[in-house]
């Protein structure tokens, strides 16, 4: 499928480099510019994705849509989309609970296109074997081929529309949770005083944690706001499985509280954390 126009819906950090990659493979990546920042322009020009003036453009030129945006907005974006006539091949990839892929794919092929689940594991690929691309639904394979030169590795799975998310959803269920675990933690600890001696028994006994404690800070606080989705996704997903909901909805409210750090330069400190999570 060489050559494939692709609509990118949008260029965030992850949709970007997605867009990149797929023009690795020789694929033309367009992009709808119309109420986009300043920043989403820099990032989608530094990528050499080809803007275009509104969705509409976007759709009535790309035989296929990727849709890699926050959570909260996925059905929404589909909703928009197939709303204009689409119907093309519509790829969510986005951090969503099964049951919300089931229903975005039942919106999209009532209007007469065709339906990809996707999720994203691991960081923009920017590079190969960094990150994975997994698909299910009766078009995975249609949608892996595009990525078979790409730096980004498409996985089929073999399972209907939900599985890819679920996978997601699983995965992100205990990393970026964990992650928001150890701040809390940490949190806990220094609003108790106890926080060197923390440090030091983890040394001892667990000498991952203090360095895994400080990535989680340095690699989720200006995210954060984007995983107050997510885990309430995972939630839901939890929550229809018959399991507990509650350790993912208080990793919501972590990251909710740390969200005022969304694209900051530079990470805050541990000690920051700390006070915005227990102020």
Excluded at 58 to 70: N, Q, T
Excluded at 145 to 156: G, K, M, N
Aim: aromatic share 6%; proline share 6%; charged share 20%.
């Amino acid at each position: 499928m060489g050559g494939t126009t692709i609509g990118l819906v949008h260029p965030g950090e992850m949709g970007s480099a997605v867009g990149a990659a797929l023009q690795v493979g020789g694929h033309r990546v367009v992009w709808a510019a119309s109420g986009r920042s300043a920043a989403t322009r820099a990032r989608a020009k530094a990528d050499g994705l080809e803007e275009v003036t509104t969705l509409v453009a976007l759709a009535a030129s790309a035989p296929v849509i990727f849709s890699i945006c926050p959570p909260h907005a996925a059905l929404d974006v589909a909703r928009e989309v197939v709303a204009l006539g689409y119907r093309g091949l519509f790829v969510d990839a986005n951090a969503v609970a099964p049951a919300t892929a089931r229903e975005t794919g039942r919106h999209v092929s009532a209007a007469g296109a065709r339906f990809v689940d996707g999720g994203i594991i691991g960081p923009p690929p920017r590079r190969p074997g960094i990150a994975r691309l997994y698909l299910s639904g009766e078009d995975a394979s249609t949608v892996a081929e595009l990525f078979a030169t790409s730096p980004l590795e498409a996985i089929v799975l073999d399972g209907p529309i939900g599985a890819a998310s679920a996978l997601k959803m699983a995965y992100a269920g205990w990393n970026k949770a964990s992650q928001a675990l150890l701040m809390a933690v940490r949190a806990l600890a220094l609003h108790e005083g106890v926080d060197d001696a923390l440090l030091a028994e983890w040394a001892r006994s667990q000498p991952d944690l203090p360095r895994r404690s400080e990535d989680s800070v340095r690699s989720s606080t200006r995210k954060a706001w984007r995983f107050v989705g997510e885990m309430e996704e995972i939630a839901v997903t939890c929550a229809a499985a018959g399991l507990p909901a509650g350790f993912h909805e208080a990793a919501a409210e972590v990251y909710r509280r740390l969200a005022g750090w969304k694209d900051t330069p530079t990470a805050p400190s541990v000690g920051e954390v700390a006070k915005a999570l227990a102020p």
